[in-house]
Structures are given as structure tokens and as C-alpha cells.
T-cell receptor
Framework: RKEVEQDPGPFNVPEGATVAFNCTYS??????FFWYRQDCRKEPKLLMS???SGNEDGRFTAQLNRASQYISLLIRDSKLSDSATYLC???????????FGKGTSLLVTP | EAGVAQSPRYKIIEKRQSVAFWCNPI?????LYWYQQILGQGPKLLIQ????????DSQLPKDRFSAERLKGVDSTLKIQPAKLEDSAVYLC??????????????FGPGTRLTVL
């Protein structure tokens, strides 16, 4: 089941740039959304949670568009350490987890 | 606070052999997940437990995969017999359970399985 679609990238951006990724989802019952960051050969780590229209945490902003069924992640002032794969996953309010997207690869270069 | 523990970290077996993975979730987390992550892809949900009951196992290949969560704490995932295409990282995650922040998942380091 392809519930989540992400542009795999890679997105190559210079340090200090602003970059945005989109994640589209098919299940309209999705209520909560999560962005995870995964470094090479490591486990995913929670980056940001979105329960309403959006969320902001420092350089990271997530925006939810329920009408078009996508969620975006904006990273401002990119750092070299932001290089990773970014995964999104929707979650139904009933308690059922849904599948992760394939992830978007970001490479921040000096 | 201790994180999600998994063992072994690496396993190499031959096809048609059996293998088992173990997961100990964060204390107090009611929900436990097993994912399969093939190189270059996102994690694929295999099974989700709420306490010791199965919430969703629709993507678990039940002819060869089995999982249990005895007493609602530790969990084991077994593959019998293994196929070449089972080579992947098997991730265990746990969450408090419920809505919103209760759905935030914390992952273990994973078990990297190679089937020869």
C-alpha cells in the first residue's frame, strides 16, 4: 500500500540555504503526522510532530495542508549536520500506524 | 531513561535457516512496532502491538514470519525459513500509545540481517 509519497532526492544544497520537502499522503483519516530524521546506517529519530496546521522548532517548520493532503518540512539556514534522510509518517487517530514514506535525502555541502 | 533495546545487532544466516530477533521497549510504552527496512527504502510496518494484543499485522508475511509480545513488554520476531529477500534491517520501536504525543515512536538500533 502506497500511503505516503516523498521525492527521494537527493537534494544538494549549500550551507545556509533554505530547503523544503513535501510528503503527500492518501489516507484522509490521517490525524497526526511525524517527521523523522535518519542518518546513514542509524535508526530514525523523531524530528517534529504535527497535530494541527503546523509546527515550528528553531530552523525547522512543518506545515500541513489537509485539503491537498500533503505535509511539508522547511529547513532554514541549513547546516552540514542536517545531511540525512527525512522520513514522514501519518498516523490515524484510531491508533493505527501507517507506513513511512521512502524518505528524502538531503546533502548539505560547504 | 533507557531507550529501546534490540539484539542481536547483526546476524548472518543461510537461506532456509531460522532466525529470531528480540526487542525490549521503553518502560511504560504500551505500543510496540516491528519494521522491516530494505536498503534505500523507508521502514515498512510488519506488526503493531498494543500491550500484548495485535493491532495490525496486515503486512506480516505470516507463512514465514511470526511475532509475539508476551506479558505486554518484550517482543520477539521470528523468520522461518529465511529467504534472500529478507535481508534488511529489522527495527523495533515503541510509543506510549494513544493519540497525538502518544504516537511518537522511539526506535531501537535495529538488527541487520543478511541472508546468504
Amino acid at each position: 500500500r502506497k500511503e505516503v509519497e516523498q521525492d527521494p532526492g537527493p537534494f544538494n544544497v549549500p550551507e545556509g540555504a533554505t530547503v523544503a520537502f513535501n510528503c503527500t499522503y492518501s489516507n484522509s483519516a490521517s490525524q497526526s503526522f511525524f517527521w523523522y530524521r535518519q542518518d546513514c546506517r542509524k535508526e530514525p529519530k523523531l524530528l517534529m510532530s504535527v497535530y494541527s496546521s503546523g509546527n515550528e522548532d528553531g530552523r525547522f517548520t512543518a506545515q500541513l495542508n489537509r485539503a491537498s493532503q500533503y505535509i511539508s518540512l522547511l529547513i532554514r539556514d541549513s547546516k552540514l549536520s542536517d545531511s540525512a534522510t527525512y522520513l514522514c509518517v501519518p498516523y490515524k487517530d484510531s491508533g493505527y500506524a501507517l507506513n513511512f514514506g521512502k524518505g528524502t535525502s538531503l546533502l548539505v555541502t560547504p | 531513561e533507557a531507550g529501546v533495546a534490540q539484539s542481536p545487532r547483526y546476524k548472518i544466516i543461510e537461506k532456509r535457516q531460522s532466525v529470531a530477533f528480540w526487542c525490549n521497549p521503553i518502560s511504560g510504552h504500551a505500543t510496540l512496532y516491528w519494521y522491516q527496512q530494505i536498503l534505500g527504502q523507508g521502514p515498512k510496518l510488519l506488526i503493531q502491538f498494543q500491550n500484548n494484543g495485535v493491532v495490525d499485522d496486515s503486512q506480516l508475511p505470516k507463512d514465514r514470519f511470526s511475532a509475539e509480545r508476551l506479558k505486554g513488554v518484550d517482543s520477539t520476531l521470528k523468520i522461518q525459513p529465511a529467504k534472500l529477500e529478507d535481508s534488511a534491517v529489522y527495527l523495533c520501536a515503541s510509543s506510549l500509545g494513544g493519540r497525538l504525543a502518544g504516537a511518537e515512536q522511539f526506535f531501537g538500533p535495529g538488527t541487520r540481517l543478511t541472508v546468504l
